[in-house]
């Protein structure tokens, strides 16, 4: 058929995928039907259920209800998953953020939550994202959080050595958002992968999150560029929590096509890239985003209208696969 996955799949993509939202697939049956379609959505990520706070709410208590939802469906239908997050400073229980950790108390707290929950869900996911945003917004330091007081850098490569150990057989990747603008927190981003490889532990793959603006999104070529900084070090990318929001609403028509062109411009960065292998929607329609309730006032980021109807994002990107 001509849906996304389907041509991205014949363009030379492994997937295009999307965020699946725990309290929205069982209530609403339009976004369950369209997401549940693997010739439109070939992989599908958990918007919550396998973060920290779902999944190891207090310690040693394991909780797969959120998460089971997106493996089961994907099951179901037959496709691909992504699996997010492990070691992140947001949705961290308390118990992890404010306890008082040495080194060998917090790498056991990390190793049996990556055993048990990347255990949990071995076999079934394409990637994990290992570490997710470690990189503040300036992009000349790292994200205070509890692991980097704990360990330093040295958590970076701890890290992914603990998740090799949990899932020897996922792809491990690093994962934030604002790398797509080539500027100093790509550069920490390439460094950070730089002393991950340096320190000989596994790392796999750079997931470009993709929160993007109508009208700033970058070039084509420009995203390809930045792209390009990390497969050049081995390692694949890909794009896995695209949205591009408008600053301000009503979106005109003429921003409507702008938001097309620049999704075209993200899908197609990912096509000149060898070593880009998909792309993953953070959701796919404006009743259903993150976005108005992170950035109020901003929003309709997605490729279908919130009644289901498909923008001019989705034409333009299946043109340009
Ligand atoms: C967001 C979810 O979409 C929201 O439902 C939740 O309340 C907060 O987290 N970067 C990430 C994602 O890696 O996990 C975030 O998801 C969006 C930003």
Known sequence: SGQLNDLAVRAGLKYFGTALSESVINSDTRYAAILSDKSMFGQLVPENGMKWDATEPSRGQFNYASGDITANTAKKNGQGMRCHTMVWYSQ?????????????????????HMNNVMGHYK??????????????????????????????????ALSFNLAKKADPDTKLYYNDYNLEYNQAKTDRAVELVKMVQAAGAPIDGVGFQGHLIVGSTPTRSQLATALQRFTALGLEVAYTELDIRHSSLPASSSALATQGNDFAN??????????????????FTDAHSWIPNTFPGQGDALIYDSNYNKKPAWTSISSVL
């Open 123 to 156: 076999g079934q996911c394409y990637a994990w994202d290992v570490i997710n945003e470690a990189i503040n917004d300036d992009g000349n330091s790292w994200r205070d959080n509890v692991f980097l007081r704990t360990f330093g850098t040295d958590y970076f």
């Open 92 to 112: 961290l229980p308390s118990w992890v953020s404010s306890g008082s950790w040495t080194r060998d108390s917090l790498t056991s707290v990390i190793e049996t």
């Open 266 to 283: 993200v899908v197609g960065s990912c096509l000149d890239t060898a070593g880009c292998v998909g792309v993953t929607v953070w959701g």
